[in-house]
């Protein structure tokens, strides 16, 4: 049974079975998707709270750190209530859309990739403050140039967001409601064959997560051995 | 914004007194070189002066009005090198002037020739030698422009070589109308490149006066110490 299951979850792959291959696609616009917005919004905030002088920074790093580790339900459950159709942005109809997906995702990797940022510029920060400060630089032209100048090591924030999208269950299955060639995606359809007995098609999509977690991972590495190598 | 004249300047954090009263007048032209024994606070002086620590007590007053918002530029003993080129490195000192980015490559790329480090402009910046970055650091802030540059022992730990190379930049710049003011522990660079010498002790200082006159009649006990603890080492060479 076990073994079998390994071999029809291999076939699967092998011929690229077109349902496998849906979900997968969505799932890496959805996660992508909020990658991108998590990089454009979660790396400057980061880096702002970093430089950043300004009253309740303490309190805001903490916040970030907290939400950090966010349950995605929770995100989830509080996009659902946004977007539902009594919600404030009710009549935009995007309760059950991919694009409903990507925001409830989005929220998710921000507080991460912020925190991460923080942490990161903050090391450089600390070494370049005078410098940047005696050529009159402003904050937000050291925010910046610091997150130019940090640009390897945030890779990690980038995959952390990405890991984090692409490995959580409750968000996409609140806002998108696992709908099948519509909001299906690679924890969702996992969770759902599973319960169903279609062992072979979960066992699929979780080795297709594990390979694309996996050379995400090695091209971070590769990255930044070339990054090193460059600027040592 | 010349004469600058510093008045009783004190900074004392937590009791203990850094900079304990400093007086001293600085002209429009020259280089006025700073020594001193350890922790004196030479270092806390030119930071001072730059903005970027508030004295606790005593005045600056910058002669012609007031300070310019960007006269005065300070390079440090280990200068920050970011991650990219040579050629971004020293550019960067004219993003906070609203420079246009093509402008400031161009302009980069002339002082680059002066300091004679064109032919790597394209190179890592991280990657240079320790004179190389002190050269670098001194191109940063010369492309600005400044009416007073601070330096912060720009030589230490640079072989004699690349010391000369820097003492050349910094004639250049002086010949270009900067006004320097610059630490230094070495005491043959202060006879070659100094104009006056200002011998700081203990936060105050013990003496101002032309160089010549520092090494063969210093007034001060201090300072006298201080030369007579060099000049083995001097005369060595
Ligand atoms: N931010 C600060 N707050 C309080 N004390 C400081 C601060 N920075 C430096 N000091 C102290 O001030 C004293 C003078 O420091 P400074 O760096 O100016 O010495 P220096 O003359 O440059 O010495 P050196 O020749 O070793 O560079 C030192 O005892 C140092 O510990
Ligand atoms: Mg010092």
Redesign the pocket.
């Known amino acids: 049974m076990f073994t079998s299951t390994f071999a029809d979850a291999l076939t699967l792959l092998a011929t690229f079975d077109a349902r496998v291959a849906e979900i997968v696609w969505l799932s890496l616009k959805v996660s992508g998707g909020a990658v991108v917005l998590g990089t454009l919004i979660g790396l400057p905030l980061g880096a702002c709270l970093a430089v950043g002088r300004f009253p309740g920074k303490g309190a805001a790093s903490v916040l970030v750190n907290g939400l950090m580790g966010l349950p995605s339900v929770v995100v989830g459950v509080v996009v659902y209530l946004f977007l539902s159709r009594s919600g404030p942005f009710g009549s935009a109809g995007l309760l059950y859309t991919p694009t409903a997906m990507i925001i409830a995702q989005t929220l998710l990797v921000i507080p991460l990739m912020a925190a991460i940022a923080r942490q990161v510029v903050e090391d450089v920060w600390q070494r370049y403050a005078e410098e940047l400060q005696v050529m009159r630089f402003s904050w937000w032209q050291s925010v910046t140039t610091l997150l130019h100048d940090c640009r390897h090591s945030l890779v990690v924030a980038v995959l952390a967001g990405l890991g984090r999208a692409m490995s959580e269950v409750g968000a996409v299955m609140i806002v998108g409601g696992n709908i099948d060639g519509a909001t299906r995606v690679m924890t969702t359809a996992i969770a759902l064959e599973t319960s169903k007995g279609d062992l072979p098609l979960a066992i699929a999509l979780g080795l297709v997560l594990i390979l694309i977690i996996l050379a995400l991972n090695a091209l971070a590495f590769a990255l930044r051995q070339w990054a090193m190598r460059r600027y040592a | 914004m010349f004469p600058i004249q510093i008045r009783d300047l004190r900074f004392s ?2 009791g ?1 007194a ?1 900079l304990d009263g400093i007086d001293l007048e600085l002209g429009s032209e020259g280089i006025t070189l700073v020594l ?10 030119l930071r001072v002066l730059c903005g970027l ?1 508030a004295p606790t007590g005593g005045t600056i007053a910058w002669g012609e009005g007031a300070r310019p918002e960007r006269g005065v530029m300070m390079v440090f003993q280990h200068p920050m090198l970011l991650r990219t080129s040579v050629l971004d490195n020293v550019a960067l000192g004219l993003k906070p002037l609203g420079v246009p980015a093509a402008e400031r490559q161009r302009r980069a790329r002339a002082v680059l020739e002066r300091i004679g480090l064109a032919h790597r402009a394209s190179e890592n910046a991280p990657r240079l030698s320790g004179g190389e970055r002190q050269r670098l650091a001194l191109a940063r802030a010369w492309l600005t422009r400044p009416r007073l540059l601070l330096l ?2 720009p030589t230490a730990s640079l072989d004699p070589s690349a010391a000369a190379e820097v003492e050349r930049i910094i004639r250049e710049i002086r010949t270009d109308g900067t006004r320097i003011l610059m ?1 230094t ?1 070495n005491l043959g660079q202060a006879t070659r490149l100094g104009d006056d010498i200002v011998f ?1 002790a203990d936060g105050k200082v013990c003496e101002h006066t032309p160089t010549q006159r520092f090494f063969t009649r210093p007034q001060s006990t201090q300072a006298r110490l201080f030369i007579q603890g060099e000049l083995p080492w001097r005369m060595a060479f």
């Open positions: 954090p937590n203990r850094v001193g024994p350890n922790g004196a606070g030479k270092s806390m002086l620590v912060d022992e630490v522990h700081l």
